[in-house]
Each structure stands twice: as structure tokens, then as C-alpha cells.
């Protein structure tokens, strides 16, 4: 299984970014995926899920300004990421199963 993300950057607090994960080599379809972030000095958590049928959860901090989807066709994994605050700041890992992407930078900016 591979997972390519792309999509991190740098933005203004109240900007947004929209995050891509292309999956390859498992039923993509099939499994719940996940996004996570660390921040420098923390450790990684957990951010917001998308399940096989499409039921999705998320931190609460980050409810109501981000939206996880997934396009089965396309096998990928979005985030998008509105309403941007400096705390967003980490790098974002997206999951399945055992398996995670390599991670993509997201920096808000005061």
C-alpha cells in the first residue's frame, strides 16, 4: 500500500488549504481512512475519519471548519481545512489500515 498527500502550504489564519491523499495497492474502497497532524514537539493526533460508507467524525477543535471526503473512483482522501487558525500548524499524515503517507506541511500564519 502506498499513500502519496500533497496539498500542505503556507496560509494567513482564516485561509484554507485543501489536502490529497492518492492511494494505491489496497481495495481502497473497502477501508476507513483517516487524517492525522502533529505539531513541532507534540505528538501525532488524530484529526478526522472517513469510513467505508462515508460516515465522518472529527477533533473537536477542528469540527465545523474542516471536511474529509473521499472519491472511491479516483482513490484519494481530501481535507479541506477552512477557517485556518496558527494552532492548525503541523504536518498532516493521512492512514489506512496500518499504512501512512509521508506527510504534507501546513503553516498558519498570525
Known amino acids: 500500500v502506498q499513500l502519496q498527500a500533497s496539498g500542505g502550504g503556507s496560509v494567513q489564519a482564516g485561509g484554507s488549504l485543501r489536502l490529497s491523499c492518492k492511494a494505491s495497492?489496497?481495495?481502497?474502497?473497502?477501508?476507513?481512512m483517516d487524517w492525522y497532524r502533529q505539531a513541532p514537539g507534540n505528538q501525532r493526533e488524530w484529526v478526522a475519519t472517513?469510513?467505508?460508507?462515508?460516515?465522518?467524525t472529527y477533533l473537536d477543535s477542528v469540527r465545523g471548519r474542516f471536511t474529509i471526503s473521499r472519491d472511491n473512483i479516483r482513490r484519494t482522501l481530501y481535507l479541506q481545512m477552512d477557517s485556518l487558525k496558527p494552532e492548525d500548524t503541523a504536518v498532516y499524515y493521512c492512514?489506512?489500515?496500518?499504512?501512512w503517507g509521508q506527510g504534507t506541511l501546513v503553516t498558519v500564519s498570525s
Open positions: 492512514h489506512i489500515l496500518s499504512y
Open positions: 495497492g489496497t481495495n481502497f474502497r473497502l477501508f476507513g
Open positions: 472517513v469510513s467505508s460508507s462515508g460516515t465522518t
